[in-house]
Structures are given as C-alpha cells and as structure tokens.
C-alpha cells in the first residue's frame, strides 16, 4: 500500500468511529443548538461515550477507545 491509500484507509476508519460515535451519543430527542451545516461546538456525550467538538477538531471517546479528527463534522441533509 502506498502512502495516500493509507492515510485513505486512516481517515475511512476515523470518520466509520466518529459517526459510530455520534449515533451512540445521541437520542431520540435533542435540543439541539442552531446548526451552521455541522456538529455543533461543545461536549456530547451518553454512557460510557463522549464527544468533544471544536471549532477546528473533534476528539471521540466510547469506552477505552478513542480518536480525533481534524476540521468540523458535516450533518447529513436531514441534520443527523
């Protein structure tokens, strides 16, 4: 494997956790703040999980793994 299909394969992997994450963060009702077309900055977070957004990055823990991911986190076109 070459060094761009790896780092392919690093950023599928990443993004599979974070949005894994963020279903098992969330329930069936929220309030939500206003969205600008991403996660919203803050902590979210549920048993045993938890996700910390920023403006530039976002960190995802559940249990005792974890990872981060650079940038903001787009929602789907039905906000979720």
């Known amino acids: 494997m070459n060094r761009l299909a790896i780092a392919r394969s690093i ?4 993004t599979s956790v974070l949005a894994i994450g963020i279903v098992g963060c969330s ?9 600008d077309g991403n996660v919203a900055i803050g902590k979210w977070g549920g048993d045993s999980a938890g996700l910390i957004v920023g403006d530039t ?10 990872g981060d991911v650079s940038g903001r986190i787009p929602l789907g076109t039905d906000g979720q």
């Open 27 to 35: 329930s069936a009702e929220t309030n939500l703040p206003l969205s």
């Open 11 to 14: 950023r599928l992997r990443a």
């Open 57 to 66: 990055a976002a960190h995802l823990h559940i249990g005792c793994t974890f």
